[in-house]
C-alpha cells in the first residue's frame, strides 16, 4: 500500500491549488481515503474524506465550501481542490486511508494506518 501527495506550493491569500494523492497497492474506491494536515506547532487534523461505503464525503468545518474532494477511479487517484485559500490553510497535507472496505470514513486520526509523505502548502502574499 503507497499513497504518493503532491500538488502543494505557495499561493497567494484567495488563490487555489489542487492536491492529487495517487494510490498504489490497493483500489482506492473500495476503501477509506482522507486528507488531513498539520500545521506549524499543531495536531494533525482531518480536512476531508470520501466513504467507500456510498461515496459521501465529509469536511471540517473550516474548509467547507473551499475545498472539494473527488477520485478518479481510472487513475485511482483522490484530489482536494481548494479555493479561497486562507493563510490559516497553511500545513503539510497528507492523505492516508483506513483501508475499511465499504464503510463511511472519519476525519479523526484513529485507524487511518497508511499515509502519503506530504506536500506543503503555503498561503502567504
Known amino acids: 500500500v503507497q499513497l504518493q501527495a503532491s500538488g502543494g506550493g505557495l499561493v497567494q491569500p484567495g488563490g487555489s491549488l489542487r492536491l492529487s494523492c495517487v494510490a498504489s497497492g490497493f483500489t482506492l474506491n473500495l476503501y477509506n481515503i482522507g486528507w488531513f494536515r498539520q500545521a506549524p506547532g499543531k495536531e494533525r487534523e482531518g480536512v476531508s474524506c470520501?466513504?467507500?461505503?456510498?461515496?459521501?464525503?465529509y469536511y471540517t468545518d473550516s474548509v467547507k465550501d473551499r475545498f472539494t474532494i473527488s477520485r478518479d477511479t481510472t487513475k485511482n487517484t483522490v484530489y482536494l481542490q481548494m479555493n479561497s485559500l486562507k493563510p490559516e490553510d497553511t500545513a503539510v497535507y497528507y492523505c492516508a486511508t483506513d483501508l475499511r472496505l465499504l464503510s463511511a470514513c472519519a476525519l479523526g486520526l484513529q485507524g487511518y494506518d497508511y499515509w502519503g509523505q506530504g506536500t506543503q502548502v503555503t498561503v502567504s502574499s
Open positions: 470520501f466513504s467507500s461505503s456510498d461515496g459521501t464525503t
